[in-house]
């Protein structure tokens, strides 16, 4: 079942820039600070890999890859987490979901594209 929610993915230029949103509307999220968050990426042929994590505490992790590139952060009162993407290039490339650690909750994803 999906339990989360992502927005913002389109086709993007390389070097340009996108936000991600996603939104923690149902029931089992009526609490949301307790939540390990993170987002995760999905090229056709690829493994999904982790892009980002943000725990309840607000601790961050980000892949090699996107260091100094990609911002996660959160914001608690609207349920939400977002994943800002700056200097974007092809390898980004790929549907990007947002996961729940604790509840092992997932959205449906949302696409990017950065044409080479």
């Known amino acids: 079942q999906v339990r989360l929610v992502e927005s913002g993915g389109e086709l993007v230029k390389a070097g340009g820039s996108l936000r991600l949103s996603c939104r923690a509307p149902?029931?089992?999220?009526?609490?949301?600070?307790?939540?390990?968050m993170a987002w995760y990426r999905q090229a056709p042929g690829n493994q999904r890999e982790l892009v980002a994590r943000?725990?309840?505490?607000?601790?961050?992790n980000y892949a090699d890859s996107v260091k100094g590139r990609f911002t996660i952060s959160r914001d608690n009162s609207r349920k939400a987490v977002y994943l800002q993407m700056n200097n974007l290039k092809p390898e980004d490339t790929g549907t990007y979901y947002c996961?729940?650690?604790?509840?092992?909750?997932w959205g449906q994803g949302t696409q990017v594209t950065v044409p080479s």
């Open positions: 996961h729940a650690e604790q509840t092992n909750s």
């Open positions: 149902t029931a089992i999220f009526s609490t949301f600070a307790p939540f390990d």
């Open positions: 943000i725990t309840s505490d607000r601790r961050i």
